[in-house]
C-alpha cells in the first residue's frame, strides 16, 4: 500500500469519525422527542374561596403541562346553609391535579408547599398558602374510582334515610287512623246507650328533688324515734328490774 492510499484512508476515516457521532447524537434526541412521559397526580388539600379551576390551571401551567384538574364542591349540607343565608357561590374543598410528566410534578410540590399562591400583593389569592402533596403511585383511575363509591355510599345513605323517614310516617298515620276508629267506636256505644270502656293511663311522674329530700328527711326522723322509743323502753325496763330488785331484798330483810 503506497503513501498516497493511506493518506486517503485516513482523510476518509477522519471523515466519517464525526458523521457516526452525530449520527448518535441525533438518535438520542429523537428517543427523548418520542419518549412516552409517565404522568405525576398531586393533591390539593387547601382551596381558598372563589378559587376555580381555571385558576388552577393558570397558577400550575407556568411550572409544566397539565392534564386534567378536579376539584371537590362543598357537601349539599353547607350549600343549602349558604342559600338560607344569601350566598349562591359554590367553593371547593380539596383538588387534584395530573402533570404530564411525574417528575415536574414532584418539583412543584416539593418547592411549592407552604409558600403563597401569589406573589404580588395585589393578587387574589396571595393571602393564601399552598398545601400540595405529591401522590406516589396514584393513578388518575383511582380517584374516579374513589369518586364513583363515595357517590354510591352516599346514595345509600340517602335511600336509607328515605326509607327510615316512610317507616317514620306510616306508623305515626297508622296510630292516627287506630285513634280516629277508637274514637268513632266510643261514639257509636255512647249513641246505643252503651257506656264506653275508657282505658286509662296510669303514668307516674319522677319525684322533684325537694320530694326526695323531704323522703329521706322522713326516713332519718323515723329511724329516730325508733332508736329513742327503743331507749325508752329499755329504761323503762330498767326501771321496773330496780323496783323488783328492791321490793326483793327489802322483803328479805324484814323477815
Given at each position: 500500500?503506497?503513501?498516497?492510499?493511506?493518506?486517503?484512508?485516513e482523510?476518509?476515516e477522519?471523515?466519517?469519525?464525526?458523521?457516526?457521532?452525530?449520527?448518535?447524537v441525533?438518535?438520542?434526541k429523537?428517543?427523548?422527542?418520542?419518549?412516552?412521559?409517565?404522568?405525576?397526580?398531586?393533591y390539593i388539600?387547601?382551596i381558598?374561596?372563589?378559587?376555580?379551576?381555571?385558576?388552577l390551571?393558570?397558577?400550575?401551567?407556568?411550572?409544566g403541562?397539565?392534564?386534567r384538574?378536579f376539584?371537590?364542591?362543598?357537601?349539599?349540607?353547607?350549600?343549602?346553609?349558604?342559600?338560607?343565608?344569601?350566598?349562591?357561590r359554590?367553593?371547593?374543598?380539596?383538588?387534584?391535579v395530573?402533570?404530564?410528566?411525574k417528575?415536574?410534578?414532584?418539583?412543584?410540590?416539593?418547592s411549592?408547599?407552604?409558600?403563597?399562591?401569589?406573589?404580588?400583593?395585589?393578587?387574589?389569592?396571595?393571602?393564601?398558602?399552598?398545601?400540595?402533596?405529591?401522590?406516589?403511585r396514584?393513578?388518575?383511575?383511582h380517584?374516579?374510582?374513589?369518586?364513583?363509591?363515595?357517590r354510591?355510599?352516599q346514595?345509600q345513605?340517602?335511600?336509607?334515610?328515605?326509607?327510615?323517614?316512610?317507616?317514620?310516617?306510616?306508623?305515626?298515620?297508622?296510630?292516627?287512623?287506630?285513634?280516629?276508629?277508637?274514637?268513632?267506636?266510643?261514639?257509636?256505644r255512647?249513641r246505643?246507650g252503651?257506656?264506653?270502656?275508657?282505658?286509662?293511663?296510669?303514668?307516674?311522674?319522677?319525684?322533684?328533688?325537694?320530694?326526695?329530700?323531704?323522703?329521706?328527711?322522713?326516713?332519718?326522723?323515723?329511724i329516730s324515734?325508733?332508736?329513742?322509743?327503743?331507749?325508752?323502753?329499755i329504761?323503762?325496763?330498767?326501771q321496773?328490774?330496780?323496783?323488783?330488785l328492791?321490793?326483793?331484798f327489802?322483803?328479805n330483810?324484814?323477815?
Amino acid at each position: 500500500m503506497t503513501t498516497a492510499q493511506g493518506d486517503e484512508e485516513e482523510e476518509e476515516e477522519e471523515e466519517g469519525g464525526p458523521a457516526v457521532e452525530d449520527a448518535a447524537v441525533m438518535k438520542k434526541k429523537m428517543k427523548f422527542k418520542d419518549s412516552k412521559f409517565v404522568p405525576g397526580i398531586v393533591y390539593i388539600g387547601h382551596i381558598p374561596p372563589k378559587l376555580r379551576p381555571k385558576h388552577l390551571r393558570n397558577m400550575l401551567s407556568v411550572h409544566g403541562e397539565i392534564g386534567r384538574v378536579f376539584l371537590q364542591p362543598e357537601d349539599l349540607q353547607v350549600r343549602r346553609r349558604k342559600k338560607k343565608s344569601g350566598l349562591r357561590r359554590c367553593d371547593f374543598t380539596e383538588g387534584w391535579v395530573e402533570f404530564r410528566d411525574k417528575r415536574m410534578a414532584k418539583r412543584v410540590a416539593a418547592s411549592l408547599h407552604n409558600t403563597q399562591m401569589g406573589n404580588r400583593k395585589r393578587h387574589r389569592f396571595s393571602a393564601d398558602l399552598w398545601s400540595i402533596k405529591y401522590l406516589h403511585r396514584f393513578q388518575w383511575t383511582h380517584l374516579s374510582e374513589q369518586l364513583a363509591y363515595q357517590r354510591i355510599v352516599q346514595q345509600q345513605r340517602l335511600r336509607t334515610e328515605v326509607s327510615q323517614a316512610k317507616k317514620e310516617t306510616n306508623f305515626y298515620l297508622n296510630n292516627v287512623e287506630m285513634s280516629s276508629n277508637l274514637d268513632k267506636d266510643r261514639k257509636k256505644r255512647r249513641r246505643d246507650g252503651g257506656q264506653a270502656d275508657d282505658k286509662t293511663w296510669d303514668f307516674t311522674q319522677r319525684q322533684t328533688e325537694e320530694e326526695i329530700q323531704m323522703k329521706k328527711n322522713k326516713k332519718k326522723d323515723s329511724i329516730s324515734q325508733k332508736h329513742l322509743d327503743k331507749a325508752r323502753s329499755i329504761q323503762q325496763k330498767s326501771q321496773s328490774n330496780v323496783s323488783l330488785l328492791t321490793k326483793i331484798f327489802n322483803s328479805n330483810k324484814s323477815q
